[in-house]
């Protein structure tokens, strides 16, 4: 991943859920947030849902592959969290990354289309 650097903190995680923008889509939810740095933060998030561990590492094998296919389309300064969905276990990569291009990556450059869901 050239632009990219591994979101770790739970608290970067909690954050993005509150106050990010998201996109949800049958396979997984995105949720980013601009970081005034000069590089994307991805972070991977698999809940026990999902299934056993072998379908979440296989779903966030998928989903970082997908990301990797698409990582020079996605805007730079952006924390972003994947965070997968049942169907992710069973589908290729190339459906997560149509994903990515149709629906995430133009919601990430357009913020004034895409309407932000506020939590109180």
């Known amino acids: 991943m050239l632009y990219t650097i591994k979101l770790k903190n739970n608290k970067?995680?909690?954050r993005l859920y509150g106050k990010g923008a998201f996109v949800s889509g049958g396979l997984c939810t995105v949720y980013y947030r601009k970081n005034?740095?000069?590089t994307n933060r991805i972070g991977i998030s698999t809940g026990k849902k999902i299934g056993n561990a072998v379908l979440r590492s296989r779903?966030?094998?998928v989903i970082r592959q997908a990301y990797r296919e698409t990582e020079k389309d996605f805007?730079?300064?952006y924390d972003i969290v994947v965070s997968a969905r049942?169907?992710?276990t069973s589908c290729k990569s190339y459906h997560i990354a149509r994903f990515f291009m149709s629906r995430v990556i133009p919601a990430m450059?357009?913020?004034d289309k895409q309407k932000r869901q506020?939590?109180?």
Do not use: E, L, Q, T
């Open 109 to 111: 450059k357009n913020p």
């Open 59 to 61: 779903a966030r094998r």
């Open 12 to 14: 970067d995680f909690v």
């Open 36 to 38: 005034g740095k000069k």
């Open 75 to 77: 805007p730079i300064g």
């Open 118 to 120: 506020i939590k109180k």
């Open 86 to 88: 049942a169907g992710s």
